[in-house]
């Protein structure tokens, strides 16, 4: 009888692992095939979303683009004004007051003989 009882209980103990390992494993395993297939199924959307990401960036690069030659042109622009009011500024510069007074009062004086 003594001898009866560990081996009983080595024989429960082999028992209860096999239960373990054919009822839990595979339904860990299915656990884990539903997740792997969510996850393939999350990857799919997201491969979807990233491609029309993509194609937006490339349009919000191209405008960009355009917006920078755009500033290039207006920046050229500018310093052609600049450059138009600076020199008209030394030219006022160089008047005199006579010249000055004939510019600003817009006189055209045409001299005639009396």
Do not use: H
């Not at 239960?19 to 969510?38: A, G, H, M």
């Amino acid at each position: 009888m003594k001898i009866w009882k560990p081996i009983l209980s080595i024989l429960w103990l082999v028992v209860l692992v096999v239960v373990l390992v054919f009822y839990i494993s595979p339904q860990e395993e299915t656990l884990q095939n539903d997740t792997i297939e969510k996850l393939e199924k999350a990857n799919e959307v997201l491969e979807v979303k990233n491609i029309s990401l993509d194609s937006e960036i490339v349009k919000l690069k191209q405008q960009a683009d355009s917006l920078n030659d755009f500033i290039i042109q207006n920046n050229q622009t500018i310093l052609n004004l600049q450059n138009r009011l600076n020199e008209k500024i030394n030219i006022i510069n160089t008047m005199s007051d006579m010249e000055l007074y004939g510019y600003f009062a817009r006189f055209k004086t045409i001299s005639t003989k009396y």
